[in-house]
C-alpha cells in the first residue's frame, strides 16, 4: 500500500520536500543577492552597467562554469576534483600545440584534447574507486602531473597561432548573443536535465546521498563516481577549448587557482559538499555571483591581494552555511520520523 492510500507520509517524501523547498529558497535568495549587488554596482561604478562589462562578465563567468557542470557531477557524490584547472590548461595547449608542432588537423586536436581531459577524468576515477585513495588526494595528483605535462609540451609559454575554428568560436553570435554563453547555458540544461530525467542522475543523488543504500538498492555506485570523475574531465577540457578561444592562444599559464573558484561557486549555489543535494540552476546562480565579486573587485581598484581574500571569505561563508543546511535537514527529519511513528495507532493483540 502507497504512503498516500495509507494516510502517511514516507521520512523520505519528507526529506525530499524539505530539500525542495530549502533549494528554491535558496535560489530565490542567490537571485535577490545578485540584483541587489549589481544594484549597488551601478551606482557605485558608471562601468558596471554597460553592456560591454555585463557581457564580460558573463564571457569570463562561461569558463568556471562549464567546469563547475562537472564539478557539480563529483560533488554530488560526496567527491572533489582539484585537477579541473590542470585539465583545462592541459586541453588548451594540446589543441593548438598538437596543430602547430605536430601538423594535426583542429578537429583532430581537439579530439585529442577531450580524450585527454576524460583519460584523466577516468584514472582520477578509478584511483578512488578501486584504489581507494581519498579524492583529494587522488586529484591533488594529476593537478600537478597535469599541469606538469602542459607546461612540458609547451615549453612553459602560450601557443599561437590558434586555428581558425576558435577565431569563429569567440566572435560568433546567435541572436546578438556571443555563442560561447550559448552553449554554456546549452551544456547546463543537458547536465540538469541528466540529472532530473534519467536513471543515471538518480543514481548519482543516490550515490553522494546514501551510497550504502544505493549499493542495498541495486546501483553501482563505483562506477557512477568513476563516470561522474569523467564527465568533470571531460568539462574541464571543454572549457579548455573555451578559454583558447577567448585568449587566442593555447593557454600555459592560464587557471592559476581557477579549481578553487569553481568550488566555491558550485558550493554557493547549494551543491552540498556532503553530497546528494543541488542542482545546475543554483551551480549557475553561484557562477554569477562569483563572477560579480570579482567584477567588483577589479572596478572598485582593490588591490590584487585582496581579491583571494574576499573568495576566500566567500568558500568559507559557502561551506558555512551548508553545514547549516544540512543540519538544518537532519534535525527536521528526525522530528518528523518521531511524530509520523508518535502518530501511527497502537497495534492491539
Not at 500500500?1 to 495509507?6: E, G, I, N, Q, V
Not at 581537439?110 to 585527454?116: L, S
Request: glycine share 10%.
Amino acid at each position: 500500500m502507497s504512503d498516500r492510500a495509507a494516510g502517511q507520509t514516507s521520512p523520505l517524501s519528507i526529506l525530499r520536500g524539505k530539500i525542495s523547498f530549502i533549494d528554491l529558497m535558496q535560489g530565490v535568495g542567490l537571485l535577490a543577492v545578485i540584483l541587489l549587488g549589481s544594484l549597488i554596482m551601478a551606482f557605485m561604478s558608471p562601468v558596471f552597467a554597460t553592456v560591454r562589462n555585463i557581457e564580460n562578465v558573463l564571457q569570463s563567468a562561461t569558463i568556471i562554469a562549464v567546469v563547475a557542470i562537472g564539478q557539480t557531477f563529483v560533488i554530488l557524490v560526496a567527491g572533489i576534483d582539484l585537477s579541473v584547472a590542470s585539465v583545462l590548461v592541459l586541453a588548451s595547449v594540446l589543441s593548438v600545440g598538437l596543430v602547430n608542432f605536430y601538423g594535426w588537423s583542429p578537429e583532430m586536436a581537439i579530439i585529442a584534447a577531450i580524450g585527454a581531459g576524460m583519460l584523466i577524468g577516468l584514472i582520477n576515477g578509478l584511483a578512488v574507486t578501486k584504489l581507494k585513495i581519498p579524492a583529494l588526494i587522488a586529484t591533488l595528483a594529476t593537478m600537478t602531473i597535469g599541469r606538469g605535462v602542459a607546461f612540458i609540451f609547451s615549453g612553459g609559454t602560450n601557443i599561437a597561432p590558434v586555428p581558425k575554428i576558435f577565431v569563429e568560436l569567440q566572435a560568433g553570435r546567435i541572436f546578438g548573443i556571443p555563442t560561447v554563453i550559448l552553449l554554456t547555458l546549452a551544456l547546463a540544461i543537458v547536465a540538469q536535465i541528466v540529472l532530473s530525467r534519467t536513471k543515471f542522475g538518480r543514481s548519482v543523488y543516490a550515490t553522494g546521498g546514501n551510497p550504502l543504500a544505493a549499493r542495498l538498492a541495486g546501483i553501482n555506485t563505483e562506477r557512477v563516481i568513476i563516470l561522474c570523475f569523467v564527465i568533470s574531465g571531460f568539462m574541464a577540457a571543454v572549457a579548455g577549448l573555451l578559454i583558447t578561444a577567448r585568449f587566442e592562444a593555447g593557454a600555459a599559464t592560464a587557471a592559476q587557482g581557477m579549481e578553487l573558484a569553481v568550488i566555491a561557486a558550485v558550493v554557493i549555489g547549494g551543491v552540498s559538499l556532503f553530497g546528494g543535494e543541488g542542482n545546475m540552476g543554483g551551480m549557475l546562480l553561484g557562477v554569477i555571483l562569483l563572477g560579480l565579486v570579482q567584477n567588483a573587485v577589479n572596478l572598485l581598484n582593490v588591490p590584487p591581494n585582496w581579491d583571494s581574500v574576499v573568495s576566500g571569505l566567500v568558500i568559507a561563508a559557502a561551506a558555512a552555511l551548508d553545514v547549516y543546511r544540512r543540519n538544518y535537514l537532519e534535525a527536521g527529519m528526525r522530528k518528523k520520523v518521531i511524530a509520523t511513528k508518535a502518530s501511527k495507532p497502537t497495534r492491539q493483540n
